[in-house]
T-cell receptor, first 115, second 112 residues
């Protein structure tokens, strides 16, 4: 069990550019979540996948954001035409859900700065 | 709407000075309450899951308790390495998306 990994750890971009982040979940986990966290706040839910199906998207996820999990393993989160308000830590979490409570394990995050 | 409120926002303690962090929550039905530790610039690290009122869990100097409206994270004889932000989160039985709702956290600083 190597834990959840995210790449890159840091990204600086100019306003208007596109960025893509990758998340590799714990191997046996079937659910993968994306969260966004700004300074002094707790993580906020963006979207999640069960296997390769994207099951829910938050109202926070504008049309500029898209996420994929093509083979039910790793996931990518793309932000098009970045804005300064997109600057935040983007966190990925994974869990194994059968029934009842599931525990989500987080990766180290990708810190995005939009200039 | 689900809500999680943590208090205090920040807490400074001397090494060895025990204290408690509070997490008040509002959900339609509690599926689970989670405590995480987060160090600066890192992702949250899982500590505990509590399922029902009256439940308690312990890990080293930390003990988490749960009532129907709040949870406490008790820290006994803390050390400087316990300094971190502690996040509380809940999962609502009625949410079909299974997302967890986080509080803003309590920033804990233990002085040597």
């Amino acid at each position: 069990d190597t834990g959840v990994s995210q790449d890159p750890r840091h990204k600086i971009t100019k306003r208007g550019q596109n960025v893509t982040f990758r998340c590799d979940p714990i191997s046996e986990h079937n659910r993968l979540y994306w969260y966004r966290q700004t300074l002094g706040q707790g993580p906020e839910f963006l979207t999640y996948f069960q296997n390769e199906a994207q099951l829910e998207k938050s109202r926070l996820l504008s049309d500029r954001f898209s996420a994929e999990r093509p083979k039910g393993s790793f996931s990518t989160l793309e932000i098009q035409r970045t804005e300064q308000g997109d600057s935040a830590m983007y966190l990925c979490a994974s869990s194994f859900a059968l029934a009842g409570v599931e525990t989500q394990y987080f990766g180290p995050g990708t810190r995005l700065l939009v200039l | 709407e689900d809500q999680v409120t943590q208090s205090p926002e920040a807490l400074r303690l001397q090494e060895g000075e025990s204290s408690s962090l509070n997490c008040s929550y509002t959900v339609s039905g509690l599926r689970g309450l989670f405590w995480y530790r987060q160090d600066p610039g890192k992702g949250p690290e899982f500590l505990f899951t509590l399922y029902s009122a009256g439940e308690e869990k312990e890990k080293e100097r930390l003990k988490a308790t749960l009532t129907k409206k709040e949870s406490f994270l008790h820290i006994t004889a803390p050390k400087p390495e316990d300094s971190a932000t502690y996040l509380c989160a809940v999962q609502d039985l009625m949410n079909r998306d299974d997302k967890i709702i986080f509080g803003k956290g309590t920033r804990l600083h233990i002085l040597p």
